[in-house]
């Protein structure tokens, strides 16, 4: 997945995220890492919980993307990963079939 904008995670996630597995468990909740990560005031271009769907994601990278308009600045396009497993801890946070339901009901 790629956007434009670069991920807005910090600022408060950590208090509305979505139940991991459908349990009453947060993202953050397996550990410290990943709540002080989510929670953070700071900002923080790693993780991000994509507000309309629910799904926590990595950026894994950037890339510039060249303006339309000669003496435009161009964007930067962030391109990220769903996150499964938890980096620090290796908790299973979400599954495939998870991700692909809470993406699909965005089409719909």
């Known amino acids: 997945m790629a956007s434009a904008y ?3 995670n910090g600022n408060g996630n950590g208090s509305s995220v979505p139940s991991i597995r459908g349990a009453s468990r947060r993202f953050g909740s397996c550990c410290s890492a990943l709540n002080d990560i ?3 005031e700071d900002f923080s271009a790693t993780f991000e919980v994509e507000p ?3 799904v926590l994601f990595m950026a894994v990278g950037q890339a510039e993307i060249e303006p ?3 003496g435009d600045e161009g964007d930067i396009a962030w ?3 769903a996150v ?3 980096p620090f801890c290796g908790t299973q946070l979400q599954t495939p079939e998870e991700i692909e339901e809470k993406l699909g009901d965005l089409d719909e």
Do not use: K
Request: proline residues 11%; aromatic residues 12%.
């Open 6 to 8: 670069p991920p807005s």
């Open 38 to 40: 989510l929670t953070s």
């Open 52 to 54: 309309e769907s629910g």
């Open 68 to 70: 339309e308009n000669e």
């Open 79 to 81: 391109f990220d990963q």
């Open 84 to 86: 499964m497993f938890c």
